[in-house]
């Protein structure tokens, strides 16, 4: 069993810079390809970032791609999300997540495990 712990939000202002971070516990998570997805109240959760289990792979929400960057520290079993250039639509819960196969697209339904979320606000 993953247990994911997500940690790093706040609030912010509109310009600024938050990085979000996800320890995984349990067991290794290195062989896991790694999402990130936030969720607004009232709206469908949305899917943010990729990285596969080695790093050489990213892909980016169309919204959030230039300002964010996934990466992951393997030997520390941990993913992270860097925020800049953040906007007051990026104001939401940020969840990570892992996948046990390794093809892995952009619904969360295709991941096995998620973390219980950090809330990251932007002021305009």
């Known amino acids: 069993q993953v247990q994911l712990v997500e940690s790093g939000g706040g609030l912010v202002q509109a310009g600024g810079s938050l990085r979000l971070s996800c320890a995984a516990s349990?067991?290794?998570?290195?062989?896991?390809?790694m999402g990130w997805f936030r969720h607004t109240p009232g709206k469908e959760r949305e899917f943010v970032a990729f990285i596969s289990w080695s790093g050489g792979s990213t892909y980016y929400a169309d919204s959030v791609k230039g300002r964010f960057t996934i990466s992951r520290d393997n030997a520390k079993n941990t993913v992270y999300l860097q925020m800049n250039s953040l906007k007051p639509e990026d104001t939401a819960v940020y969840y990570c997540?892992?996948?046990?196969?390794?093809?892995?697209?952009?619904?969360?339904?295709?991941?096995?495990?998620w973390g219980q979320g950090t809330q990251v606000t932007v002021s305009s």
């Open positions: 349990g067991r290794t998570v290195s062989t896991y390809p």
């Open positions: 997540a892992a996948a046990v196969r390794l093809r892995v697209g952009v619904r969360g339904d295709e991941y096995d495990y």
